[in-house]
């Protein structure tokens, strides 16, 4: 990051945002353009479950991934704080929401069949993020790549994930393209999103 001319200020925290800029407890940085990247609240849809939810909104599920008292109904991937492995909620990254989801999986169908939902238990592969053209980091457990191989490997990893091969070559040819032609159109959010619907809770 900081090569590519940003300055880091790690153990800050931002305490008010305004049109006019950020503050940063006594000093204030004025600017137009924010990018929040310190995370969102969880969707509000748990809040209405009527179970304990945590500071984010996330529903605090059983170690079998079901909620309290409804053994019939389970919560999984961003939704989720599953705190039973570590003491601390599971990150709400997609490794962990598949996961998750094949599990949610197999305990439907083992409560179809009159057994009792299972523990589930995460199983942390590594951690990736790019951050630019040919810039990543990736934490495998066994080796720790930066740069480009870390970029590369970055790529093949989500290429492969995706389900399906024709949205695998759309996407593998969309990416190359915007390679190629340093056009970013491919991430541009150009729908008009209405907001939220919240009911009161
Ligand atoms: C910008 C960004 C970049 C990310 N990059 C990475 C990354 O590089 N690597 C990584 O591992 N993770 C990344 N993540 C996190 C990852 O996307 C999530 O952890 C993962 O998608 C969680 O899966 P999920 O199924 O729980 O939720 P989602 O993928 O968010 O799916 C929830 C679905 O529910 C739908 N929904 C919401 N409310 C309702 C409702 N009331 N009724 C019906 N449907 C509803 C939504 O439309 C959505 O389709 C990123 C997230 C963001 C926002």
Redesign the pocket.
Known sequence: LVELGVEVRPSTRATNLTEAGVQIGDEFIPCRVKIWAAG?NA?F?GKTLGIPVDRVGRVIVNNDLTIPGHPEVQV????ANFPHQTGEPLP??????MQQ?RHAARNVLAMINGRKPQRFRYRDKGT???IGRNKAVADLKFMHLSGLPAWLAWLFV?IVFLVGFRNRLLVLFQWAWAYLTFDKGARLITRNFQS?QRPPV
Request: no cysteine.
């Open positions: 969102n969707s849809v999984i991937g961003d939704l709400g990254i997609s490794p962990v929401a989801g990736m993020a790019t989500h939220e």
